[in-house]
């Protein structure tokens, strides 16, 4: 998907339906009763040639309290924040309304790119209110039908520009993974530089302290994403030197825990998250002292393992905690439990208020960044083989024992081995954590993510049917001769 897209304005102008026709089914319930769709519904969108998400959003309204209608709004805005382009839907029947001005003033505050779409145009009952839609100051208006697909190709031809343009930027910002290792490689590891620096992206509810810890790492009041004009989507990370080391850290909106009309907003945070581990080479949970490892923090620090990032565990507001040993004690075994894949990864205790703890923080970024490019020569690694071998035999499933003959780190950005051995589909998953495990311990490599790749010898043996070849390429001579 290479941009998101949010669809927003007033309750029932259409944007449910508006969402069906770009997915392709109807997944968000339509009504013409205002205010049906209470929550974020998330789908994957197709227009032509181009694929993209696309979020539907409750109607906005200009309710700012806790009631039904102010939580709704909260939830609308947070899509706006987080999409990378907001289309502004009104109701060309009905015009332009006091309220879709007022929404207008906060697409211009909060969005980057909004594109203005004038709904229910078919017919000339239309007509007015798209002309009263130049008033908004947002552009030419999209004459669209959502119920008839009208307007389809005009939007086509607003969105393909920017989504070339999110694309060239994704591809800018996306960080060299799975690279091909060498024996005498010059660039290992790559060096980290102002044009080249560390990647590093914080995750964690919004009450975990994120902003205030991006900022103290900034040195200024800086938030990535907010109401304030100009902080947009588009400004989604910032470089800067921190300690000498210059990071381009990644901003993500922060994932929340369930609650109410929140209930669907877990399913998009985690698709926040998934974005800005995307762009990351360092992934930093940050945790809450008070609850910490809560459902969301576990699925973000999975999910960076599993796409191969290197993970941070940091554990915020540590300033407030009375009995700090034993809370210490208590995490480090929680770790353990409930992230058995990340064995080893750096937890930091720090606070993002005071700035404690943020030097030993910097360290663990760089030395989870340092170990996540680590190369270990062939030699090394077949004599470590060999031992672990001696120590700790394979199994041999139906009286064939698996020989393991061979050795190679393939990959780096997660380091990746490859062993070449006999029989590798029948090699069970506990013999392949017990070789894991050994590589973190004994080449210094806790906590980031290895790849480890089986494979047979059969098809890269030169010498496996050389007797039948050679005994075919004699019968065919001398039946040449016998002609």
């Known amino acids: 998907m290479s941009f998101t897209l949010a669809i927003v304005g007033r309750p029932n102008v259409g944007k449910s339906t508006l969402f069906n026709r770009l997915v392709g089914k109807r997944l968000a319930l339509v009504d013409d009763q205002p205010g049906v769709t209470r929550d974020l519904r998330e789908g994957a969108a197709k227009l032509g040639d181009l694929r993209f998400t696309v979020i539907d959003t409750a109607g906005l309204e200009e309710a700012t309290d806790e009631s039904l209608p102010g939580r709704m709004r909260k939830l609308t805005e947070r899509a706006v924040d987080m999409a990378d382009i907001c289309l502004f839907l009104i109701d060309a029947r009905v015009g332009v309304t006091p309220a879709d001005e007022v929404l207008a003033e906060i697409l211009r505050k909060r969005s980057a790119h909004v594109i203005l779409g004038a709904n229910k145009a078919e017919g000339n009952a239309a007509e007015a209110g798209v002309l009263e839609a130049y008033g908004l100051g947002l552009g030419e208006p999209l004459r669209i039908s959502a119920e ?16 070339d343009a999110f694309k060239e930027r994704a591809d800018a910002d996306a960080p060299e993974t799975e690279v ?18 560390l990647q590093i992206a914080v995750v964690g509810r919004p009450n975990a302290g994120k902003s205030t810890l991006i900022n103290k790492i900034l040195g200024e ?6 109401p304030e ?14 300690d000498g080391v210059h990071m381009r850290i990644f901003d993500t909106a922060g994932m929340r825990k369930k609650a109410k009309v929140q209930e669907k907003l877990e399913k998009l945070s985690v698709s926040d998250g998934l974005r800005a581990v995307k762009f990351a080479e360092v992934v930093v949970v940050l945790l809450d002292a008070a609850i910490p490892f809560e459902s969301q923090d576990l699925r973000i620090a999975d999910l960076a393992e599993r796409e191969g990032r290197a993970v941070v565990i940091a554990v915020n507001k540590w300033d407030m905690e009375d009995d700090k040993q034993d809370k210490l ?9 409930l992230l058995p894949q ?16 943020l030097d030993r923080l910097q360290a663990a970024i760089v030395k989870a960044h340092d170990v996540w490019n680590r190369r270990v020569t062939t030699a090394q690694l077949n004599r470590w083989l060999g031992g672990m071998v001696e120590q700790h035999p394979p199994p041999a499933p139906q009286g064939k024992r698996i020989k393991l003959r061979y050795m190679t780190q393939a990959k780096t950005r997660p380091p990746g081995f490859v062993v070449m051995c006999s029989h590798p589909d029948k090699m069970p998953e506990s013999y392949k954590r017990y070789l894991v495990n050994g590589l973190r311990d004994d080449f210094d490599m806790p906590g980031t993510p290895i790849r480890l790749t089986l494979r047979g010898q059969g098809d890269k043996n030169p010498y496996k049917g050389r007797r039948e070849r050679n005994a075919g390429a004699l019968k065919k001579h001398l039946g040449k001769n016998r002609g």
Do not use: C, N
């Open 148 to 163: 008839h697909g009208e307007g389809m190709p005009d939007l086509y031809g607003v969105l393909q520009p920017l989504a």
């Open 180 to 197: 091909d290792v060498g024996e005498d490689d010059p660039d290992a590891p790559r060096a980290i530089t102002k044009a080249k620096p």
């Open 221 to 226: 009041d800086r938030l990535l994403t907010g």
């Open 229 to 242: 004009a100009g902080i947009t989507r588009d400004a989604i990370s910032v470089q800067t030197e921190w």
């Open 329 to 337: 004690k208590m995490l480090k075994e929680e770790f353990e439990r």
């Open 342 to 357: 990340l064995r080893g990864a750096p937890l930091v205790t720090v606070s993002a208020k005071t700035g404690r703890g």
